[in-house]
């Protein structure tokens, strides 16, 4: 399974933003999601996935305008799979993210090739947008450009 270094999942955590399932007998790591806060700054965009605690920083310092979450590395352990728990998790975390950041959109960027993700994503009311519509949505921002060949985007409407 897929795991965050500690330190990373960590600072995720402790800006609300990540939602993990610990289990088992030995109550291991059982699943977890994470958003990432994309941000604008000198009209580049970036994305906590490239550096998040300098992000969160910027973002709380006002050195960044935040554009956008971007809610991705849904991960649960094989076992589990199968079972909605990855889907419970990702609208977790896209509830939290919507209280605390009324107005601000969340999208999920999914491989093309991802069925059981597109599946999870249909199933749980996201709404599957079009190259136009996500133009309209990010203000022609472009913020996407780069992978709506090999990706399907969806995004959460609370």
Request: aromatic content about 10%; some cysteine; charged content about 15%.
């Amino acid at each position: 399974m897929y795991q965050l270094e500690p330190n990373i999942l960590k600072a995720y955590l402790d800006h609300g933003l990540a939602c993990v399932v610990i289990g088992g007998i030995d109550e291991h790591l059982v699943g977890f999601v994470k958003a990432d806060p994309i941000v604008k700054q000198n009209d580049l965009f970036l994305s906590a996935a490239d550096n998040p605690k300098l992000i969160f920083h910027q973002i709380a310092n006002g050195e960044a305008a935040l554009v956008a979450f971007e809610v991705g590395s849904r991960v649960v352990a094989p076992p589990y799979q199968g079972k909605g728990l990855g889907t419970q998790l990702k609208q977790l975390i896209a509830e939290s993210i919507a209280s605390q950041f009324p107005g601000i959109p969340i999208f999920s960027v999914v491989a093309s090739d991802n069925k059981p993700s597109i599946k999870s994503n249909m199933n749980a009311g996201w709404m599957y947008m079009t190259e136009e519509e996500l133009k309209n949505q990010t203000d022609g921002l472009g913020i996407f450009d780069d992978w709506t060949q090999q990706s399907v985007i969806f995004q959460y409407i609370p």
